[in-house]
């Protein structure tokens, strides 16, 4: 069961803490809030999901490091930087972290709002790829090694007739091994072997 969105608010001023969560949930939004990038760290799960809102200077661990340490831990999740010290290098920093947005203090809310979406959509794509590699990776265990030696040479871009000497089998048995892969995977075209294939990888 997935976990629903959070948007989790990361700020040492407690009053900016609260103002957040209370406009992110009188809209309707999920928050969490945490004083410092230690603490949020220390609590992380790694099945949370959402967007990250941080300030990017804090008092300790600023907000680009904590984007970094959870990126290490492999969490890739969608971040908006708030700052009451907007600079071009603090931005350029922010966007080649991959962050959503770069928002200054006092911001907009319209605009708070639209970052949050924004990063709760670019979540959700994530997630979805995340599951079709998972799912691709399931399919591919089904076959048997013979079927994934014809599948790589298939996605190689090899026909029947080449794979056949290659693997010492008859052009027959090459399109019954491919007829029974495909079978197996649920796809009707070579196209969408690649596909699984590369999702799998």
Known sequence: MAMALTVFIV???PSVRDA???LLGVRGYRTAVFSSGEALLQAWQPEWAGCLLI???MGGMDGLEVQKRLADIGNRIPVVIVTGHGDVSSARAAFKANAIDFLEKPFDDVKLVAA???AFSCE???REEL???EDGRNLLKELTPREREVMRLVVLGRHNREIAPELGISVRTVEVHKARLMSKLGV???ADLV???MLGE
């Open 11 to 13: 700020d040492d001023d």
């Open 20 to 22: 957040l969560g209370l």
């Open 55 to 57: 300030d990017i200077r």
């Open 116 to 118: 949050i979406e924004e």
């Open 124 to 126: 959700r794509r994530q």
């Open 131 to 133: 599951q079709q590699r």
């Open 188 to 190: 009707g075209n070579v």
């Open 195 to 197: 596909r699984i294939a």
